[in-house]
């Protein structure tokens, strides 16, 4: 495409001066970045003492640490589960909120708020939430008469955490599923009332095959999220020593890294991230391509 | 008449199940609030109004040993510069990409947009290697300085709007002898103040809720940002703290956010709507170009 306005004479020197600042990010910052993560990932490095050839050394970790097996297979369980939960609940709430009943505003700040506020701030009220002796789930639990529950410890961590990661990722879901409802045209439900057609059919006739641009980019972005999981992680499971009940990839890498100064070795993770996320990405474009509906 | 009767009940469904779920939602914040002005010696109760109501609370969190004036200003300071230099970088960029042309403007907005798919561990390890070889562990200027090289997203946003503003402006502009620079100063920045709203927007939440690099580039207290700074005062309680002043800090903590959200709860919305374009816009892009 042509469009586009000419640059004269000294303004070349400008149009050079406003797009330094994103050259430098793309030089320096992304590309130069992952060429020096791809370089770190072959050494041995605590930054204390100079720099060694590890070979494939820390990629071979990848495969037999069992710390690190444990941070993948966590990686995934978690993926799993929230993705399909963070997609399903926002568009089943999207649904709900998209009958036009009054008072829709109302509930659309409140199922928002959590997306607005830090991870950090609320996960202090959830380990109130959680707590074993003195949590609220606890206390209602034997309220009904049921045995209190260890929501933090090594069986429950993982779903606990899940849970609060979809209940903090909903708003922004269901907003997105909102956008994509509304832009469906209301003459076909129209059309399909008049051909006698229930509230549940034209759910999975004409509603659900017409969100699946939205499905889609809520699932990218959900599974992008998963992989990238780290605050209600960090806040939830910490135990002793920096420890994680629930590691997961990204709780593992900044671990290695930061607390065991093994930087070669977090590299290595790093990519083997990258390549993990990538390699869904490609999945997913390929099911993109097979299943979506753009009209 | 039935299926009248039929939207009723689905109606009063819809609200039993959205009210329910509303209140998972506002529940934590709730509980926040409520512990956050009780007395430490109630700070168990089951209650969501306090049984005793008290703001010492927020006045042993303002005390000096905890020193959480500093964290806020922290917080407040960086947040604020990452947002700035965002929203300048990124307009800069944004306004080459959708109105001048040059030559590798497509390429170089392609390579852009694929920067996009780099996870922040990829670029966070190299980045904590050179500012600690430049003695900048400790500080805030590894925080905030990366936020003045542009950005893939915040680039994107803008240009998408930018596109979106009518052409004959620059041609008028132009024939009146407009320079690039006011053309971007005069026209472009005004005209995009909606897009630049709900970038700022993004961004400041963005900044103000990090946790991971704070915990990289500042991991010790009392110079920190609040996340970190919360996360640590979270480890001292349960050696037998008081959860009231925890909640007091974990409330003020998201109350700029808060107030925010209740005056700009559009922009707030814009700009995850404006993400949930992004894909389709992209494909455009990609088309045109």
Redesign the interface.
């Known amino acids: 495409m042509d469009y586009g306005l000419k640059p004269l004479g000294r303004e070349r020197f400008w149009l050079f001066a406003l797009l330094a600042p994103t050259g430098i990010g793309l030089v320096f910052g992304a590309l130069g970045s992952v060429v020096a993560t791809v370089l770190l990932s072959f050494a041995n490095w605590d930054l204390l003492t100079p720099p060694t050839w590890a070979g494939l050394v820390n990629y071979a970790n990848l495969f037999k640490d069992p710390k690190i097996l444990l941070s993948l297979t966590n990686t995934f369980k978690f993926a799993a589960m929230y993705v399909p939960g963070v997609v399903i609940v926002s568009l089943f709430v999207a649904v709900l909120m998209n009958r036009k009943i009054r008072g829709v505003s109302l509930f659309r700040t409140a199922y928002f708020l959590p997306a607005v506020t830090s991870a950090v701030a609320t996960a202090l009220v959830w380990n109130m939430i959680y707590g074993r002796d003195t949590g609220v789930l606890n206390f209602i639990l034997e309220r009904f008469g049921l045995q209190p529950v260890c929501w933090l410890c090594s069986g429950n961590a993982m779903y606990a955490v899940v849970l609060v990661n979809i209940w903090g990722a909903i708003g922004e879901g269901m907003i997105i599923f909102l956008a994509g409802l509304t832009a469906i045209p209301r003459e076909y439900y129209e059309a399909a009332e008049m051909d006698g057609a229930n509230d549940l059919q034209q759910f999975f006739r004409i509603t659900l095959p017409l969100v699946t641009p939205s499905i889609f980019f809520q699932t990218l972005m959900a599974t992008i999220n998963a992989f990238q999981a780290y605050d209600y992680i960090y806040m939830l499971t910490r135990r002793g020593q920096g420890d994680s009940s629930v590691p997961v990839v990204v709780f593992s890498i900044y671990r290695n890294a930061w607390n065991f100064f093994n930087y070669g070795g977090a590299s290595a993770q790093a990519i083997e991230l990258t390549v993990l996320v990538a390699a869904l990405m490609v999945f997913y474009f390929w099911l993109e391509r097979r299943y979506v509906v753009y009209e | 008449m039935t299926k009248q009767r ?1 939207k009723l009940v ?2 009063i469904i ?2 039993a ?2 009210l329910l ?2 209140v ?3 529940g ?2 709730l ?2 609030v409520s ?1 956050s002005f009780k007395l430490p010696g109630d700070q ?1 109760t ?1 209650t969501l109004i306090p049984p005793a109501f008290t703001l010492n609370n927020f006045r042993e969190l303002f005390s000096v040993d905890l020193n959480f004036p500093l964290l806020f200003w922290n917080s407040a300071y960086i947040s604020i510069l990452i947002t700035v230099g965002q929203l300048i ?2 307009a ?2 944004a ?2 990409f959708a ?4 030559n590798g ?1 497509n390429l ?1 907005f392609t ?2 947009l694929l ?1 996009m ?13 050179i500012f ?1 070889y430049l003695h900048l562990v400790g500080t805030s200027v590894p925080l905030w300085l ?1 936020a ?4 893939a997203f915040g ?1 994107f946003l803008l240009r998408q709007y930018f596109l979106t503003i009518p ?1 004959d402006l ?1 041609d008028a502009a ?1 024939v009146d002898g407009a ?3 006011q ?2 100063w005069k026209i472009y920045m005004p005209l995009g103040k909606p897009a630049l709203a709900a970038l700022a927007i993004f961004t400041f ?1 963005g900044a ?2 990090d ?2 690099h704070p ?2 580039y500042m ?1 010790s207290v009392p110079n920190t940002m ?2 970190v700074g ?2 640590f005062f ?2 001292q309680m349960t050696h037998g703290g008081k ?1 009231t002043v ?2 007091a800090g ?2 003020i ?2 109350l700029p ?2 107030i925010v ?1 209740f005056f700009a ?1 559009k922009q ?2 814009e700009g ?2 404006l ?6 816009q992209t494909r455009g892009a990609c088309k ?2």
Do not use: E, H
């Not at chain 2, 109105?99 to 040059?102: D, L, N, P, R, S």
């Not at chain 2, 993400?275 to 389709?280: A, N, P, Q, W």
């Open positions: 039929q689905l109606d819809s609200y199940v959205l779920g509303a998972l939602m506002v934590p914040f509980w926040m512990t168990f089951k970088t990124c800069m960029a306004f080459c109105v001048v042309k040059f403007r170089l390579l852009l920067t798919l780099i996870p922040p561990q990829v670029t966070l390890i190299p980045n904590f290697i600690k990366p003045f090289w542009g950005g680039t052409r620059v132009r320079s690039l620079l053309i971007f939440q103000w809720n946790l991971l915990l990289v991991p609040l996340t919360l996360a979270q480890q959860f925890l909640m974990a409330l903590s998201i956010l808060l959200f709860q707030f919305i995850i709507s993400r949930g374009l992004k894909r389709r045109r170009s």
